[in-house]
Structures are given as structure tokens and as C-alpha cells.
């Protein structure tokens, strides 16, 4: 992980928070790469969601709700706690199910017995900081969802089966964050929650265990490092009847990237008890009255970046030039899928002395800049500016060479294979429409 850790530093895909004070245990920044390609991840799956699937619309919920909808959720109850215990010397806290010994891992100390805690970060609303002003950020994306489940149905007439998709910040007072920014206390969603009959809620569970799989393999996840983990009854979340784990590899071990739950009644039956608005379906046609299932798929958008990150992440000894004397020297490929990439496109004149060159570059870049994510570069020697590129997943390099000043055209070089090809300045658009399939 320290590769990818110090790869994504050095190249401004994340920094550490508040770096300049020493930094904040488990809080981190995304820098100008790390926006675009989290921006993508993004995109990715509101794509899938609202394009490639019928029925489902959006909601953007905000992060502070009343206290109540934490009660029905049962999140302020046990059932959002980890067990964890405290070493009596050093104060480390662990999370029980995590440590085997008896003793401290860290100082060999005596540790407590195990008692829970939970996991809700508080805070007040308004000057007065007392009982009546305190409430919670979310520690879960859906629960806007539910508590909007009225509003989304009535305003957009919809008919079950229907998803509402939603993406944003929870955040959790986690015991043990770590593995850079696979573990934080403050995370982004992605969430699907799927509102069906209870009779279809098992197939409606299979079906999108299968098409969550698919929305990382497609977007070149290795079929190798991923995996579907049954989660067993006593292991599952409170409000769980049927869970899965979608589970990658990481250089940690296999570590759950995204869930899927049948939640059968559990919030839509609560927040009607405890508010007291009846948030049952009617069906006009069959005339029954019910209380929806939810099917739930829920994806880390930080835990896919990490993912993303480790899968594209390679290093080739000696470097893929065998023209070059680049023996030595260890070259970075980062192979992101083209849509994943936060870098589309890269602009390099040949050489910079030649003022012409430079000014047919610029020209390029200014054509390019409005239509692709793009960079210009004219710092070192041409296969220098390469290797930078491809640490960094560009998927395609530009290159305007003398040539160009008589044909009035440039080389586009792929990032994978290398392969170098002499197109047209004037179909240059087009064609790099083409590649990215934009
Ligand atoms: P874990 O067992 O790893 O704590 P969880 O089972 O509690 O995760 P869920 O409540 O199912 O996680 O949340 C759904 C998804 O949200 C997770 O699969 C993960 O991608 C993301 N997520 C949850 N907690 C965190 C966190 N602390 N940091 C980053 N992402 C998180």
C-alpha cells in the first residue's frame, strides 16, 4: 500500500488533511487528479444506475436529519455499535472481533472486557449545545431515502418496482481506521436502494448481486481479485435478512469493497412507527396495501478509488522501452480504465526549443481543452514526459513533431500497447472521440 500511498501523494491524487498541522488520523484531501477521477468513479455508477437500468431516479439528501429517524433507523440503539476493548496500559482501543490474544497487541498490557460502542458522530444545531440541540451526521446515505420515500412516489408517480440512487458523504466514528483510504471517518456512497414487491425481493436480491459484479468488471476490475462473500446470520447488519460482500484484493487481503442487503421491511415499517406517517404502497391494481422490501446495493466511493488504484497499479522493471537505456530505472504504468482515468489526454511538443513546435502544441491543447480532461507538458525529453504520463493512467499522448509543421498532423500514442499512429490535426476531435468513446 506504501507504493500506492506515496504514488498518489507525489503525483496529487491524495494528501494527507491538515497535512502543515501534522495531519488528521485517517482524513485525507483529493488533489487535482484524485477530484477528476473520483468525479468519474462517480459518473460510472449515476451512469449504470440512471441510463443502463429502468425506473430508478435520484435524491441528494442532506447530511443533517432530525434525531428521530436515527432512533427508527436503529442506529442510536445497539445494533450500530462495534464490541470493542481498551488496553489498560496504553489505551488503545481494538475492535474485538479483530484481536485473538488476550493481551495488547501494541504493549503486551491487560485489556478490558469487551463493551460497545457506537458509531455515530454528534453534533449540535444551533447556539445552544444541550440534549434538544443535538443531532448526527449521517451515518448512512439511504435513510434519506426512506424518510423521502412519500415525496419521491407522489411527485414522480412511480409504480414498484422502482430505485432511488444516491450518492454522498456519511461519516462514522470508526475504532480502527487505517489502510490509507480504505478505513475513514469520512467517506462518500453510493447507494442503490430497490423498492419491490416482498414476494420478488429474493430475485430482485440476485439480480443486482450480478450486476454490481459486473459494474467493477467491466470497468476492468480483475475477475481474479474479486469475490462474492455470503455474509451468515449472526455476522450480518441489524437490519439485514439476506447480505453479501462484494469482496477485492488488496495487498491487506480480501476486504469487502460494496454490500447488498435485503432489508424486507425493516425502515419503510420503523420510520411508520415512529413518525407515524403510514408508508405502506397501495397497488391500484391488485388493491393490496404492503409495506415495500428494499434490495440495497452499497459501494464505497473511496473504497472503488482504492480498488481502482490497486488494480491499475504496476511496476515494470527496466521500463516497457527496450530502445531506450531505461534499464535501471523502475517504470510506473498505471492501466486505469479509459473512463476511470482522470487524465484523457496529453499534449507534448516534441522538444521545447523549437519555438514552432511549441506554438503548433499550444494551438492543439487549446483545441483539445474545451472536449477532454487534458494536460500539456513540454518538461524533459520526450520519453521522460511518456513515463510521467503513464504513471499517472493518461490514456493517450499527443505529439507534435516536425513532421507536423509540413503535414499538419501528430502522433497519438496508446497508453497500454505503445502503438503509435499519425492522424490529422483537423480530425483530431473526431477521432479522439472515437478512442475515449466519449
Ligand atoms: P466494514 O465492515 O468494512 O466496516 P460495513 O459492512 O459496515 O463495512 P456498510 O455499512 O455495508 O459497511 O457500508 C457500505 C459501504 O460503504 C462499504 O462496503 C464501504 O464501501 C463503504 N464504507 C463503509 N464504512 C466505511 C469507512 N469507514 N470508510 C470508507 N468506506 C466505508
Redesign the pocket.
Known sequence: MSKITSLSKRRGFIFPSSEIYGGLESSYDFGPLGVEMKNNIKLAWWDEMSKNHQNIVGLDAAILMKPEVWQASGHLTAGFADELVECKSCHKRFKSDEIKQKLCPECGGKLTESRKFNLMMRTFVGPIENENSTTYLRA?TCQGIYVNFENILNSMRLKIPFGVAQIGKSF?N?IT?GNFI????E?E?MELQWFCHPKTAKKYFDYWKKERVKWYLNLGIKKENLRIREVPAGER?HYAKQQIDIEYKFPFGWK????VHNRGDFDLSNHSKYSGEDLRYYDEETKEKYFPHIIET???V??SFLTFLSNAYQEIRGGRTKTTKATKEMEILLKLDKRIAPIKVAVLPLVRNRPELVKKAKEVFKLLKPNFVCQYDELGSIGRRYRRQDEIGTYLCLTVDFESLKQDDLTIRHRDTMAQKRVKIKDLVKVLKEKLEI
Open positions: 448512512e462514522r470508526e481506521p480504505y478505513r475513514t471517518r467517506f456512497q447488519a469487502e469493497i460494496e454490500g452499497s459501494g464505497g473511496d473504497r
